[in-house]
């Protein structure tokens, strides 16, 4: 059974930095695309960024240049450095696994997904 955990959440100031990682089990993911989503109260689930099977990244437009994701086939974990947080960043972070070694920011392209782990930046 596949299983995707994050972990790291928690409240920070406006300002401030978290880092997420996110372990998975059941399935190695060195040969395939990871990602991070994200879902504030009230709106609809968001891409974060992504990272290919060959380590190239892309992120969302709102995180860009304070956000970086980055991965480790050996430990198949994948994590997300945010810095800079903004207020505007608090919503539920999920990681998500795909079955394609090149994905995109379409999170139908993903097929395994965790629970997600709340980050709450302050004002």
């Known amino acids: 059974q596949v299983q995707l955990v994050e972990s790291g959440g928690g409240l920070v100031q406006a300002g401030g930095s978290l880092r997420l990682s996110c372990a998975a089990s059941?399935?190695?993911?060195?040969?395939?695309?990871m990602g991070w989503f994200r879902q504030a109260p009230g709106k609809e689930r968001e891409p974060v960024a992504h990272?290919?099977?060959?380590?190239?990244?892309n992120y969302a437009d709102s995180v860009k240049g304070r956000f970086t994701i980055s991965r480790d086939n050996a430990k198949n974990t994948v994590d997300l450095q945010m810095n800079t947080l903004k207020p505007e960043d608090t919503a539920v972070y999920y990681c998500?696994?795909?079955?394609?070694?090149?994905?995109?920011?379409?999170?139908?392209?993903?097929?395994?997904w965790g629970q997600g782990t709340q980050v709450t930046v302050s004002s």
């Open positions: 059941g399935r190695s993911f060195s040969g395939y695309a």
């Open positions: 990272i290919n099977s060959g380590g190239t990244t």
């Open positions: 998500a696994g795909s079955r394609l070694p090149v994905a995109t920011m379409n999170p139908r392209v993903y097929s395994y």
